[in-house]
């Protein structure tokens, strides 16, 4: 993977350089907006093998991310998944309640939806949906205490799972 450790890999949805990564991650898609372009950008990218993750959101943000997603897959649903999910052992084998990272300043429980080809969660994944979850928010605060390590550690675990199946799937 192409990692960018000296700024960032940030693209719009209608950037053809959006596809020479197979993996992508949205961050508070409870305010995501895009142009019709940007739109049939997501739709192309899921479509020819792209990988979406979507965290950070809680709530009422569901109606935003649930909109946005119709203008860009009207055919396909979220799915929701639990532990169970092949993509919670894709790396780490991730049992009971170890995929509930809590949302670490919300009390919410964490809820997991895919995006599946033909909607059947036995065909290819093309995006996780972190519902009232923030597992980003682990990572980025890792290395400074203020959150609780096994939490941290459950959250990277997430994160990696996500790609490895990504990757291989």
């Not at 192409?2 to 961050?27: C, I, R």
Request: proline content about 6%.
């Amino acid at each position: 993977m192409d990692v960018d450790l000296e700024g960032t890999n940030v693209f719009e949805f209608n950037n053809a350089d959006l596809f020479q990564f197979p993996v992508a991650y949205m961050s508070e898609p409870g305010f995501w907006t895009m142009s019709e372009e940007e739109a049939q950008g997501v739709r192309a990218y899921l479509l020819k093998g792209g990988f979406l993750i979507f965290d950070d959101f809680v709530l009422d943000d569901w109606y935003n991310l649930e909109a946005q997603l119709r203008r860009v897959l009207p055919e396909y649903r979220p799915i929701e998944i639990d532990v169970d999910h092949p993509i919670f052992h894709s790396f780490f084998d991730m049992e009971g309640d170890t995929i509930y990272v809590p949302h670490p300043y919300r009390n919410v429980r964490p809820i997991y939806y895919g995006l599946f080809e033909d909607n059947d969660p036995t065909k290819r994944m093309l995006a996780i949906v972190n519902y009232n979850n923030d597992i980003a928010e682990y990572w980025e605060w890792s290395d400074t205490g203020w959150l609780p390590i096994d939490l941290t550690n459950d959250a990277y675990k997430l994160g990696i799972n996500y790609v490895i199946h990504a990757l291989t799937h």
